[in-house]
């Protein structure tokens, strides 16, 4: 906006002077968070795709789930691995810093596992 159409007084003219100083910086953060969104929601589809694929392979394969316990936690255990690995594998192997928390605790059982 330019002097001649900006309101003087108002609430307008309260957002035009917040918007001309804040604006900036808030738009440039909310592209990093929109980014973190898109990329959070497409990894955690594709693991939720991978982890239906895995169950659905387990039900041709072996059988529908018939009431059986043991039968059911092993296809959940299947399914939900082959999910977190797509899911959180692709942020601890590129070492993505919303994702440390994961990495920190792969690196802690990945240390246990080998001594």
């Given at each position: 906006?330019?002097?001649?159409?900006?309101?003087?007084?108002?609430?307008?003219?309260?957002?035009?002077?917040?918007?001309g100083r804040w604006g900036a910086?808030?738009?440039?953060?909310?592209?990093?968070?929109?980014?973190?969104?898109?990329?959070?929601?497409?990894?955690?589809?594709?693991?939720?795709?991978?982890?239906?694929?895995?169950?659905?392979?387990?039900?041709?394969?072996?059988?529908?789930?018939?009431?059986?316990v043991p039968q059911a936690f092993?296809?959940?255990?299947?399914?939900?691995?082959?999910?977190?690995?797509?899911?959180?594998?692709?942020?601890?192997?590129?070492?993505?810093?919303?994702?440390?928390?994961?990495?920190?605790?792969?690196?802690?059982?990945?240390?246990?596992?080998?001594?």
């Amino acid at each position: 906006m330019d002097r001649e159409t900006r309101p003087r007084d108002g609430p307008g003219a309260r957002l035009a002077g917040w918007l001309g100083r804040w604006g900036a910086d808030l738009l440039l953060g909310l592209g990093a968070v929109l980014k973190s969104f898109g990329v959070a929601l497409a990894l955690g589809g594709a693991g939720a795709v991978v982890g239906y694929i895995v169950l659905v392979g387990l039900s041709l394969g072996f059988g529908p789930l018939s009431g059986s316990v043991p039968q059911a936690f092993a296809y959940i255990l299947a399914g939900g691995c082959a999910a977190l690995l797509v899911t959180y594998g692709p942020a601890v192997k590129g070492n993505w810093p919303e994702a440390s928390f994961i990495s920190g605790a792969v690196r802690k059982v990945a240390r246990k596992l080998r001594s």
